[in-house]
């Protein structure tokens, strides 16, 4: 399928603020420049026009092939994601009840949204030394799993950023709230905090964060405590909604599969490197020795299990970061750490020297994807998706037993 003959509809919130619209429609304007020919739009959920039913309902008249993707401009999974935009777009439907309409996932917890969050704190941090806490500020819903979603994000920023600790708070609705959060993260003993609002555009909720966030410091002298800037209109959030779009035209009706050329690799007798000793690399390791490939492993730290391949001589592990260099001579390569800068650096490395690179924590950052594969009476069988794990492994498993069941019955 053209992806241009398929408009995109940006659902977004809605502001009173007029720079929140206008940074709202800036992102638009970045998301359009990486869709060239498709036709961008966005409607709003409340306090502005186009309503996201009125934005549906024209983009789906000018639509050549009555197919629409919408995005919802959302980090979470609250009401608006959930009732109000589906809504919107059951209305808009009534007037082209034959439209196909993928609507997407929201936007968070990318990686790089999560990178965006990390450096705006960096930006924002004003203290004579580094903060050591992030108190990280959500909207907050009446929805229970949409709020454990963003204590979720609070752990993972944790994990990848440089703070002791990230303590999850809520502007509204639920609690802990943004002076209680700071309380807390106060009594643990910290005393030099940056508060990061998870919120796309300003508004209300980030005025309500630089109110609170600067009436707790007033009667907390003793505490350092800056307040970092919103995610706004940058170059990482329009590719994650660019990307949500790609990936739904795949799902609309006439779509062809995923944008890769199906290949097997004869990997005997070659270098083949993975950045990264985790999870993933422990995943696929075991496929590339069988396929006889010669493995380097590139990694500070390594899985029991990789560790014990690398003691006997299965594969042949170097114990530090990664290097540019260290692609040299590489026929391929996957980038499988948890750090998204790092992975970026290699698979930007080996594109330079026409090396093919999975990029495990984004795979259209790469050149190279890796597919579900099964193995049935001296065949293999392959899955590449959509980005969607689940529902590869389950075309995978569906292939497995129809081609077992076909072997079994003519007996070969």
Not at 184 to 192: L, T
Not at 370 to 385: N, Y
Request: net charge negative.
């Amino acid at each position: 399928m053209n992806e241009a003959s398929t408009p995109l509809v940006i659902a977004a919130h809605g502001s009173a603020d007029p720079e929140g619209v206008a940074v709202c429609l800036e992102l638009a304007e970045l998301v359009r420049r990486r869709l060239p020919g498709v036709a961008v739009t966005a409607g709003f959920v409340e306090l502005h026009e186009p309503s996201v039913q009125e934005a549906v309902a024209a983009a789906l008249s000018q639509s050549a092939t009555g197919n629409l993707v919408v995005v919802p401009l959302m980090l979470g999974s609250g009401g608006h994601v959930r009732r109000d935009i589906p809504d919107a777009i059951a209305d808009a439907r009534t007037k082209s009840p034959l439209a196909s309409v993928s609507y997407t996932a929201p936007l968070g917890p990318d990686p790089r949204l999560r990178a965006v969050s990390l450096q705006r704190a960096r930006e924002a941090w004003s203290g004579p030394t580094p903060a050591d806490t992030m108190v990280l500020v959500g909207r907050g819903t009446s929805l229970p799993e949409a709020n454990a979603d963003h204590v979720r994000l609070a752990r993972l920023l944790q994990e990848e950023g440089e703070f002791a600790e990230v303590v999850p708070a809520f502007i509204q609705v639920t609690r802990p709230g943004l002076p209680e959060a700071l309380d807390r993260a106060f009594a643990g003993g910290a005393r030099s905090i940056i508060v990061v609002p998870n919120f796309l555009f300003p508004g209300r909720l980030r005025t309500w964060t630089r109110e609170q966030a600067h009436a707790w410091s007033e009667s907390h002298p003793e505490a350092s405590v800056s307040v970092a800037e919103v995610i706004g209109a940058c170059d990482a959030l329009a590719e994650v909604v660019a990307e949500r779009y790609r990936e739904a035209v795949r799902r609309l009706p006439g779509a062809a599969g995923a944008p890769v050329y199906l290949s097997g690799l004869d990997l005997r007798g070659r270098d083949v490197l993975l950045v990264g000793a985790g999870r993933v690399a422990d995943r696929r390791v075991p496929g590339l020795l069988r396929a006889g490939a010669h493995v380097r492993l590139i990694s500070p730290e390594a899985t029991p299990a990789l560790r014990a391949l690398a003691g006997s001589g299965s594969l042949h592990w170097i114990e530090r970061a990664v290097q540019a260099g260290d692609l040299d001579g590489m026929w391929f390569v996957m980038a499988t750490t948890d750090d998204p800068a790092v992975n970026a650096m290699v698979a930007a490395t080996a594109e330079a020297q026409h090396i093919f690179c999975v990029r495990a924590d984004w795979a259209p950052g790469g050149s190279a994807w890796t597919p579900a594969v099964g193995h049935a009476a001296g065949l293999s069988i392959g899955v590449v998706g959509d980005r969607t794990p689940a529902r590869s492994a389950h075309a995978r498993d569906v292939a497995l037993d129809a081609v077992s069941a076909w072997l079994d019955d003519h007996g070969v």
